[in-house]
């Protein structure tokens, strides 16, 4: 786990000083080393912050080049099956100086060249540069688990993990896209390849990009898209069973690998839990879980669950207190984020994250589950939502007079306007800001005539049949790449810890999408069926596969209390971003319940990041 960065001009020579001042904004993301690489005509670089994990010694050191000088990388992640390629290639006749997964990652471009992705396990964002041709390729995990944020004028190509590196450029503008700030307000993320700033992008999850120094064309392609769904009479349970149970320890033995102490997130619940006892059963050595307690707030706090799976398994474990509390932390975590992210449980995942750093230099956790598996609370109202959709409401054209009519705190009224909009209900129900509210918000500046957010969102669901199908595709390509991965990543990385997420295992994603039936995954009034099946062959009898409680905070009560001055700096300071009126509507309305406290995090969330980055209509 590291910071990466880029910077090509094909008019100018880069300057290094200004370069390494970009690179050093990660300094979080990789304290144990720095490097970069100038190309001979000093039109092209690449830079690197080191959290050393595998190879300790230099030789581990980025950027990296080959023996010739041909190709030179800056990479971040894992390549959980390295070793295995590493013999791979050695019978191929290629040579290692060192033992790190790097070398191996060079050495496999060097033989396959871009299929070399292909041949990967593991989650990554790296860049490539040939000196003989002046072409950087670069890609990005399927899952995207690892950042790649870019930009590019035609001139230049600048990329980094991070858009804070990006932004240290004097020269880089820092205008809102008014586009991304739509979907933002929609789903409290930017999805997929848009940035929240304008002339910026993120290079979308499993898609590689190409980049010709020379005549400024870049390139961009999926290599590697989920598949589509199974037939129903394709395995047995059983046979699922065995084939899962196989995947996960395959993939947890793989990513419990590395030269610094591994922990396991155990917060108790279905996912956590089964990580941790798959770990047991493969690890030759003791298993260590770290769990975090919230005192005086019982109701968020599922250490006693952690402690008693623990204690079944036999991990030395470990419950950290945090008291989370503090407002002085979200201007913090807003700067980290580059983008907004409306997600409040960024905030126990720092604090578990900081409290872990303490022990353990990576951390394996649950992330995944939910969306390879059906694990959504609201994947079981979606039966009965779906059964009322029949009746055609959608047709009316009625969800702008509803919006209009319905205060923001009426209950149900997130359900209601989803079954009158004219896309599918999947794409719709899990929406913050219904469009007519956003086209309040943002009255002031230049319409969006772009894709709507509900739309790019039907898109991601395609042409799946069966509504968990759906839901659970759209789910992965969206709220877990744009949002959990993102908070992971970020909070995480903050603390320069490494977290990985054996779900995520790229024959997992496709065993689950692929080979698993829907009804296998979530029926009416039952969920993450074959996990839970699962579960009974690792945890004990007593272990309960149906509680969800989640990683939240009191939001409402700290909005009420503490917290109080966002809304009431939000409410007199107001922002730029939003129409003085409607922001005054969005927050008078507002009631400790947790709807609405989500929806005041959103704003205050974005209006604080705003602040931070000086950020201009």
Known sequence: MCGIAGYFDAQRPVAPELFDRMRDTMLHRGPDGAGSWLS?????????????????????????????????????????????????????????????????????????????????????????????????????????????????????????????????????????????????????????????????????????LDFALESGALTIKAYWRLPMPASAADASPNELLDEFEQLMKQSVARQLMADVPVGILLSGGLDSSLVAATAVRVSSAPVKTF????????????????????????????????????????PQ????????????????????????????????????????????AYYTRLFGLNRLRQLQLHRLGMEPLMAKLLPLNTPGRNALLALLNRQPIEAVITRALDPDMRRQLLAHLPPVHQESPEALFAELIGSRKGMINRVTALDFQAFMCDDVLVKVDRASMLSSLEVRAPLLDHQIIEFAFGRVPEHQKAVDGDKKILLRGLAKRLLPPQFDSHRKQGFTIPLGAWLQGPWRPLIDDLMHGGSPLFEPKALKRALTSYQSNSRDANRIFQLAMLETWRRHYRIEL
């Open 40 to 208: 001979s005509d000093s039109r092209a670089a690449l830079g690197h912050r080191r959290l050393a994990i595998v190879d300790l010694t230099p030789s581990g050191h980025q950027p990296m080049l080959t023996g010739d000088g041909r190709y030179v990388i800056t990479f971040n992640g894992e390549i959980y099956n390295h070793a295995a390629l590493r013999d791979e290639l050695r019978a191929l006749g290629f040579k290692f100086r060192g033992g790190s997964d790097t070398e191996v990652l060079l050495n496999a471009f060097c033989h396959w060249g871009r299929e070399c992705l292909a041949h990967l396990s593991g989650m990554f964002a790296f860049a490539i540069y040939d000196t003989l041709e002046k072409r950087l390729f670069a890609a990005r995990d399927r899952a995207g688990e690892k950042p790649f944020f870019y930009r590019h004028d035609g001139r230049r190509l600048l990329f980094a993990s991070e858009l804070k590196a990006l932004l240290a450029h004097p020269e880089m503008p820092r205008r809102i896209n008014v586009e991304s700030l739509n979907h933002y307000l929609a789903y409290g993320y930017v999805p997929r390849n848009l940035c929240i700033l304008d002339g910026y992008a993120k290079l979308p999850a499993g898609h590689w």
């Open 291 to 330: 769990t975090i307690s919230f005192p005086g707030h019982a109701a968020h706090d599922e250490s006693q669950f952690a402690q008693f799976v623990a204690r079944a398994l036999g991990t030395e474990h470990t419950e950290l207190p945090a008291e989370a509390d503090n407002i002085d932390i979200l």
């Open 333 to 376: 975590l807003a700067a980290q984020y580059d983008e907004p992210v409306a997600d409040s449980s960024m905030l126990p995942t720092f604090l578990v994250s900081r409290l872990v750093r303490q022990h353990c230099t990576v951390a394996l956790g649950g992330d995944g589950g939910d969306e390879l598996f059906g694990g959504y």
